[in-house]
C-alpha cells in the first residue's frame, strides 16, 4: 500500500502560479511511476502530468504543455507539481497517482490516489 496526500491547492487570479505537493508514505516511493490528475465538474478525469520512477521521463497533457512542471524528490518521497500561467480553465480538482504500470497517460493504469486539492483560477 502506499498513501498519497496532495496540498497546495487554494484561489489564484488568472496567470498566476500555483505549486502542488503530493507526499507519498508507505510502499517504497522511489519505486512507483507518478501522475497528476485533474477533473472539472461535469468532465472526465484527465492527464495533467507525469514522471517516472526515476525522473528520466516526463509527460503532460497538450492543455498545459510550457506552463506547467512535474518533479520529484525520492528521498523526501514527494511529487511536486509546478503551474504557472494559470487560466479560468484550469480550475479543478487535482489528483496525484501512483502506478507500477507504464501507461502513464491513462487513470486505470494508477493503483493509488490522493483525496484532491482543489485549484480554483478565477478571471
Known amino acids: 500500500q502506499v498513501q498519497l496526500v496532495e496540498s497546495g491547492g487554494g484561489l489564484v487570479q488568472a496567470g498566476g502560479s500555483l505549486r502542488l505537493s503530493c507526499a507519498a508514505s508507505?510502499?517504497?516511493?522511489?519505486?512507483?511511476?507518478m501522475g497528476w490528475f485533474r477533473q472539472a465538474p461535469g468532465k472526465e478525469r484527465e492527464v495533467v502530468a507525469a514522471?517516472?520512477?526515476?525522473?528520466?521521463?516526463?509527460y503532460y497533457g497538450d492543455s498545459v504543455k510550457g506552463r506547467f512542471s512535474i518533479s520529484r524528490d525520492n528521498a523526501k518521497n514527494t511529487v511536486y507539481l509546478q503551474m504557472n500561467s494559470l487560466k479560468p480553465e484550469d480550475t479543478a480538482i487535482y489528483y496525484c497517482?501512483?502506478?507500477?504500470?507504464?501507461?502513464?497517460?491513462?487513470?486505470?493504469?494508477?493503483?493509488?490516489w490522493g483525496q484532491g486539492t482543489q485549484v480554483t483560477v478565477s478571471s
Open positions: 508507505g510502499r517504497t516511493f522511489s519505486t512507483f511511476n
Open positions: 514522471i517516472t520512477w526515476n525522473s528520466r521521463s516526463t
Open positions: 497517482a501512483a502506478t507500477s504500470g507504464g501507461r502513464l497517460r491513462f487513470p486505470s493504469e494508477y493503483n493509488y
